[in-house]
T-cell receptor, first 114, second 114 residues
Framework: AQSVAQPEDQVNVAEGNPLTVKCTYS??????LFWYVQYPNRGLQFLLK??????LVKGSYGFEAEFNKSQTSFHLKKPSALVSDSALYFC????????????FGSGTQLTVLP | EPEVTQTPSHQVTQMGQEVILRCVPI?????FYWYRQILGQKVEFLVS????????KSEIFDDQFSVERPDGSNFTLKIRSTKLEDSAMYFC????????????FGPGTRLTVT
């Protein structure tokens, strides 16, 4: 079975500071990892993915994420946060070998303070 | 940029009634999914659909649920006899091809069962 943990329900950061939203995963095979963002009253918007290759992947709006196989983590990062980054962030995983559906974490509410 | 659309945005229904939620996928996408998110909880997979048949379904997707693509464009989720616990946000998602990985989500339909 595949699972995702987002240990922080809420992350607050000051505008201009770097931000990190944490995610750890569990799969039986190789992981496909994703980050999605949800703004109020909107659907889930795809940010970035890791499938294979370079452990540091870059995505939309200046976000990046680092895949760490030994720590089974896929933390989302951004060097300089914007107030407009405030939203709900979801990490998701798919097991390469089995299930095609995504399994989501519980979400982390990011608030960037001006 | 092409988007997944869903109708209605909000549906209120009485317990025991049938509801149909509609999704218009991105036009060249071949894989379709339904997920749901009960308020304050994780996004959960319901069902995946490819080549006019169900590929996978979760334990949530019992006999009360069905999906179809009646006219080659709309992708629908039907709940035959709604229960209070069916109240949730329902998201449609689509994926382009077997070689693509990310799923694109619609804005969701908020279903309220009274």
């Amino acid at each position: 079975a595949q699972s995702v943990a987002q240990p922080e329900d809420q992350v607050n950061v000051a505008e201009g500071n770097p931000l990190t939203v944490k995610c750890t995963y569990s799969v039986s095979g190789n992981p496909y990892l994703f980050w999605y963002v949800q703004y109020p009253n909107r659907g889930l918007q795809f940010l970035l993915k890791y499938i294979t290759g370079d452990n540091l992947v870059k995505g939309s709006y200046g976000f990046e994420a680092e895949f760490n196989k030994s720590q089974t983590s896929f933390h989302l990062k951004k060097p300089s946060a914007l107030v407009s980054d405030s939203a709900l962030y979801f990490c998701a995983v798919r097991d390469e070998g089995s299930a095609r559906q995504l399994t989501f974490g519980s979400g982390t509410q990011l608030t960037v303070l001006p | 940029e092409p988007e997944v659309t869903q109708t209605p945005s909000h549906q209120v229904t009485q317990m025991g009634q049938e509801v149909i939620l509609r999704c218009v996928p991105i036009s060249n996408h071949l894989y379709f999914y339904w997920y749901r998110q009960i308020l304050g909880q994780k996004v959960e997979f319901l069902v995946s659909f490819y080549n006019n048949e169900i590929s996978e379904k979760s334990e949530i997707f019992d006999d009360q649920f069905s999906v179809e693509r009646p006219d080659g464009s709309n992708f629908t989720l039907k709940i035959r006899s709604t229960k209070l616990e069916d109240s949730a946000m329902y998201f449609c998602a689509t994926r382009e091809a077997a070689s693509s990985y990310e799923q694109y989500f619609g804005p969701g339909t908020r279903l309220t069962v009274t």
